[in-house]
Nanobody
Framework: QVQLVESGGGLVEAGGSLRLSCAASGSIFSIRTMGWYRQAPGKQRELVASITSGGSTNYADSVKGRFTISRDNAKNTVYLQMNSLRPEDTAVYYC?????????????????WGQGTQVTVSS
């Protein structure tokens, strides 16, 4: 019913920047919270940043001051601007959306994930 497509990952040197994008599509009525998570090899998936439909943001301590999350509600898209990247930021980054979608005459809540995009920061 809902698909999330991420883009913008890649290889960058330490100190560099990348911008991730995630576009949601499908039978969407509204999107409440959108967020970015990451998972490094051998580690659990962790929250990087999240943003509500009203624009309230939350960041992991490790990225505060370096990463900025934003969203375009009209496009159902969330962004993650990553500056001053460090080797420890290397991970697969996943987009997540807390969605209210419609099917027929009814609305249902759903939690959706993107396929992941690799971010590699070289030292």
């Amino acid at each position: 019913q809902v698909q999330l497509v991420e883009s913008g990952g890649g290889l960058v040197e330490a100190g560099g920047s990348l911008r991730l994008s995630c576009a949601a599509s499908g039978s969407i009525f509204s999107i409440r919270t959108m967020g970015w998570y990451r998972q490094a090899p051998g580690k659990q998936r962790e929250l990087v940043a999240s943003i509500t439909s009203g624009g309230s943001t939350n960041y992991a301590d490790s990225v505060k001051g370096r990463f900025t999350i934003s969203r375009d509600n009209a496009k159902n898209t969330v962004y993650l601007q990553m500056n001053s990247l460090r080797p420890e930021d290397t991970a697969v980054y996943y987009c997540n959306a807390d969605v209210l979608y419609y099917r027929g005459s009814y609305y249902y809540p759903g939690d959706y994930w993107g396929q992941g995009t690799q971010v590699t920061v070289s030292s």
